[in-house]
């Protein structure tokens, strides 16, 4: 083998790629901050700075955000850790956005899925799990905050498996919780691992090993009362429950389980540690010439997120890319496939929240920021111009609430058209307007009411313009697949219309489901579909 493959080859290996999911307030920015702290990629994990700014620490960039205390964009992170490359992908925490949660998920190899002790599965756990579900990707469980006062381990696990239909595999079960939190037992070692007191989560913690068997020990450090129901947890575990079976694991079917306190750094480490081992490094990608495979010398990248005006001083629009085969080389030409042209990608960056950094080359696994001059969409391929590959798009979900929205004041016309479209090109609304005419006025469509709300206010502060919106009843869109039908000829219902999206696709809004039978059972031959590959 060269140099030049078998360094790209251990490159490859060594990198793990995750998305990490939650219900807002379950721990998800605590629980990254903590594992960027033992990744040494910061000196010290928010909880120190004081509460205010601890949770916006790192992973927040918009006003919107902050205000809101929400997180809307997806931020992406990179760490070293015990030769691992290890590549952290924030998602929307917000049930609006679970579209540009999917998309995200399309650049991870795995999910790991943060969960309020207390509290069990919430509403958006279930929806983020079924979007993670839809991937077939790896999900690792961290169920957080033990050192409150917790549901049973029990009802947590049976909650997972009833509710999500998965195996559950605890790879280590809490000692008490709340002030009696001691630390977890390691079922793969057979340890147990405390942590002691005196720690406030600033720093990163040692744990103390014991074997189960250390009796005396045991009952200085737990008391006797916590030793015996470890005793007897751990013979219950052991005899009941799943195997564990990586195989089933890297399927979604078994989803390994840890329990902490990631305000503590109480078991984040071992989580840590035990989450790299098994989760995959970066996966194949299906093409339509066939499935990329990671190791494959040529380069390939798909784009699965755009984002404007990231950040108030760098006015610009970045594409996020997931690299999906060989070694991206800042100098090298690249084949932008849809565009149909070479080119040089200006300024690659990898991100740290608001600090970026230029970097020279990246591997299969990373995600790269590209400086977009207007040139991508979401769904784009970037490859070597010796092999190309078109990754297969990434689809759009149908929007449910739409709304017209036109500008105040008549004088901004560009400005307006600019900002709707950069938005739209973005992902994070889809526009309509009438066959055939402009954007005067626009009809926006969403998965969720606050994404017409960051509309709004992107417009205002982005472009200066002040728009004013009005509801609209409708529900449901249709692509229509026919391209030779008059549609101005239409049978349709008086809650039903036909519009264009910005690419001049033709789609008919609907007020309700019958609105869509009597649209198909009064004009004979309409085709309509519920999702639209790009
Ligand atoms: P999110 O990103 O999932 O929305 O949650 P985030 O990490 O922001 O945490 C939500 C709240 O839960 C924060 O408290 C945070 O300090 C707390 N928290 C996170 N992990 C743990 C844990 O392991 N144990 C305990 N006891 N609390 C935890 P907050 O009071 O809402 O915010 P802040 O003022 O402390 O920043």
Redesign the pocket.
């Known amino acids: 083998m060269s140099d030049f493959m078998s360094d790209m080859k251990s490159e490859i290996d060594r990198r793990r790629t995750f998305a990490i999911i939650?219900?807002?307030?379950?721990?998800?920015?605590?629980?990254t901050e903590k594992l960027l702290l033992y990744g040494g990629a910061i000196q010290l994990a928010?909880?120190v700075k004081g509460?205010?700014s601890?949770?916006h620490a790192v992973s927040d960039w918009m006003e919107l955000e902050k205000q809101r205390g929400?997180?809307i964009t997806s931020s992406v992170m990179q760490f070293e850790y015990e030769g691992m490359c290890v590549n952290i992908l924030d998602t929307p925490?917000h049930q609006d956005f679970s579209e540009d949660t999917y998309r995200t998920l399309m650049a991870a190899d795995s999910a790991v899925m943060?969960i309020d002790a207390a509290k069990g599965i919430e509403p958006q756990t279930r929806k983020l799990f079924k979007v993670c579900a839809m991937r077939h990707i790896p999900i690792f469980t961290f169920i957080?905050?033990?050192?409150?006062e917790a549901r049973s381990p029990y009802d947590l696990i049976e909650q997972l498996e009833n509710e999500f239909g998965i195996g559950t595999y605890p790879m280590n079960w809490p000692i008490g919780c709340g002030r009696d939190f001691k630390g977890v037992y390691d079922r793969q070692s057979g340890k147990i691992l405390s942590f002691g007191d005196a720690h406030r989560g600033s720093a990163r913690i040692q744990a103390e090993e014991h074997g189960l068997d250390d009796t005396a020990a045991l009952d200085a450090l737990l008391g006797q009362s916590l030793r015996q129901t470890l005793e007897a947890d751990v013979e219950l575990l052991d005899g009941a429950g799943y195997e564990f079976d990586l195989e089933q694991v890297h399927r979604g079917q078994l989803s390994p389980v840890f329990f902490?306190?990631?305000?503590?750094n109480f078991g984040v480490e071992p989580f840590l540690k035990s989450f790299l081992a098994l989760t995959p490094p970066p996966l194949p990608r299906q093409a339509a010439e066939g499935e990329i495979d990671p190791f494959d010398e040529h380069f390939s990248a798909f784009v699965f997120k755009i984002q404007a005006n990231m950040n108030k001083a760098h006015r610009d629009r970045i594409a996020f890319m997931r690299v999906v085969s060989g070694k991206f080389e800042r100098d090298k030409e690249y084949l932008h496939v849809q565009g149909g042209k070479t080119l040089r990608l200006a300024q690659p960056q990898q991100m740290m929240a608001e600090n970026r950094q230029i970097i020279d080359e990246a591997y299969a696994g990373d995600i790269i920021g590209i400086f977009d001059p207007g040139l991508f969409a979401i769904g784009d391929t970037v490859c070597d111009k010796a092999k190309k590959v078109t990754f297969e798009g990434i689809p759009t979900f149908a929007p449910e609430i739409f709304a017209a929205v036109e500008r105040i004041d008549t004088m901004k016309r560009k400005q307006f058209e600019k900002g709707m479209m950069e938005i739209a090109q973005e992902g994070a609304i889809q526009i309509f307007h009438a066959p055939g005419s402009g954007l005067e006025e626009v009809i926006v469509g969403v998965v969720g009411v606050l994404q017409l709300e960051v509309l709004e206010y992107r417009l205002k502060t982005e472009y200066g313009v002040d728009v004013r919106r009005r509801g609209l009843p409708y529900q449901y869109v249709r692509w229509v697949e026919n391209t030779d039908m008059d549609l101005s000829r239409l049978n349709l219902g008086t809650d039903s219309r036909w519009v264009q999206d910005f690419r001049g696709n033709d789609l008919l809004v609907f007020g309700g489901q019958w609105s869509i039978r009597w649209a198909e059972e009064k004009n004979p031959g309409l085709i309509l579909r519920e999702f639209k590959q790009n």
Do not use: E, F, Q, Y
């Open positions: 939650s219900h807002p307030d379950a721990g998800k920015t605590t629980l928010g909880a509460k205010a601890a949770r929400i997180s925490g943060v957080n905050k033990l050192d409150r902490g306190s990631a305000l503590t």
